[in-house]
C-alpha cells in the first residue's frame, strides 16, 4: 500500500471516527441516547481521532517533501 493510499484510508478513519464521537456526545448532551455512556470511551475515541489525524497529516507532509526533493 502506498503512502498515498495509507494517508487517505487514516484520514477517512479519522474523520469517520470525529464525526461519530460528535454525533454521540451531541446525543448525549440533549439526552437522545442513555445516560450511561462512558465519558472514558469518549475521551479515548477523541485521543485516537487526533492521533489518526496526525498520522495522516505527517504523511501527507512527508510526501510533499519527497516530491519536492524529488523535483528539484
Known sequence: ??????SHVLFGAAT????TITVSAVG???G??????DTSLV???VAV???????ASYL???KRGAASQAGT
Open 16 to 19: 469517520l471516527l470525529a464525526l
Open 43 to 45: 475521551v479515548s475515541g
Open 60 to 62: 501527507r507532509r512527508d
Open 1 to 6: 500500500m502506498s503512502a498515498h493510499s495509507l
Open 49 to 55: 481521532s487526533l492521533v489518526l489525524t496526525l498520522c
Open 32 to 37: 437522545w441516547w442513555q445516560r450511561s455512556l
Open 28 to 30: 448525549e448532551l440533549l
